[in-house]
C-alpha cells in the first residue's frame, strides 16, 4: 500500500512540476535557437481569399535587402506568387491626424474668411 501511495504522490509532484519544466525548456530555446532569418521575417498583411485560403504578403531578409513575398497559403500548401525587392516600394507616407474639433476650427475658420 506505500509502495502504490509513493508511486502516486511521484506522479502527482511530477504533473505540477511539467508546466515550470517546459516553460524552462522554452525559454533555453529562445535564448539560443532562434535564427536570423526567423527573426527578421515579418507579415505585413493577410486577406482571406476563402475559409481556408489566404494570401499573404511578407517582409523577409536582411536589413540591407529586404525582399516582399506575395505568398498563397492553404491548409496543405503555400506557393510563392511573386516576389518584389523592397527597394523598389515606396514607403508609405504618414498621414497627420486631426482630431474633430480641429477640422472643425479649419473649418470655421475657412468660412470667416470668405464671408
Do not use: N, Y
Request: aromatic share 4%; proline share 5%; with cysteine.
Amino acid at each position: 500500500m506505500t509502495q502504490t501511495l509513493s508511486v502516486v504522490v511521484l506522479f502527482i509532484a511530477g504533473m505540477a512540476c511539467l508546466p515550470w519544466l517546459v516553460r524552462w525548456v522554452q525559454q533555453r530555446k529562445g535564448a539560443s535557437g532562434v535564427s536570423g532569418a526567423a527573426a527578421a521575417s515579418k507579415v505585413l498583411s493577410a486577406v482571406a481569399i476563402g475559409p481556408q485560403q489566404r494570401v499573404v504578403t511578407v517582409e523577409v531578409g536582411p536589413e540591407h535587402a529586404r525582399t516582399l513575398l506575395v505568398l498563397g497559403v492553404t491548409a496543405q500548401h503555400v506557393s510563392c506568387l511573386h516576389t518584389i525587392p523592397a527597394s523598389s516600394v515606396p514607403l508609405p507616407t504618414v498621414e497627420r491626424h486631426i482630431s474633430f474639433a480641429q477640422e472643425i476650427a479649419q473649418a470655421s475658420a475657412l468660412k470667416e474668411t470668405d464671408a
